[in-house]
């Protein structure tokens, strides 16, 4: 059965609900029968990075707060991060428009290193403080996990991977994807948001138990709503 995951590199929650995701398949006898695939998803597209401001000011100037209240804002989804056991770095993060990241997590698929990629992605981000729309870091992940970091490059310059991400970002307007992460089960259910663990568990075995392979088009029945981000921010 197939699970789609919308999500955004610089989403707080994402990296959370990412956290939350990989906890209701520990102990699910049917982990292996399931194909996870990573979908493009930008907060803020028309973004351009900026290393002279620090995540809190954005946050501050693109909400309209006080500096103070986006520094509290923050340390809240600091300390929801460290519940799953993520460590977030909120005064070492750059802004950064995450396109070529997007692009890195399409590059990997073709490997089936999707799902590495989105984790080193997500560390670099939160935990490191690194630049996730300098090539030379991207390259950096595409080595740790053995993928050709030159063909990489190469792909960001000539933009053959472009389309792809693009094409992520199209359907979820068509489904009507408001906030990430959001999570899509066999095309039919849908959860919004770093929800809680029993959630995920019982979307999974809801969809399993109703499963159809045939299923190619999206046509979401239900949709539970959590934390999440959107293009105004994170909830």
Known sequence: MKIEIWSDVMCPFCYIGKRRFEKSLENSPIKDKLEIEWKSF?????????TSISID???????????????????????????EGLVYNFDKSVVANSFKAHVLTHFAKKFRKQDEVEELLFQSYFTEGKNIDDIGVLKDIATQ???????YEKAVQEGSLDDEVKMDLHEARQIGVQGVPFFVYDRKYAVSGAQQLELFVQTLEKAYSEWQPEANSIQIQDTSDGPSCGPDGCD
């Open 42 to 50: 930008q907060l803020n597209p028309y973004l351009e990075t900026d």
């Open 57 to 83: 000011e954005y946050l501050a100037q693109h909400k309209g707060m006080p500096l103070a209240q986006a520094q509290a804002l923050n340390a809240q989804v600091t300390q929801m991060a460290a519940q």
């Open 145 to 151: 996990l053995g993928l050709d970091a030159e063909a």
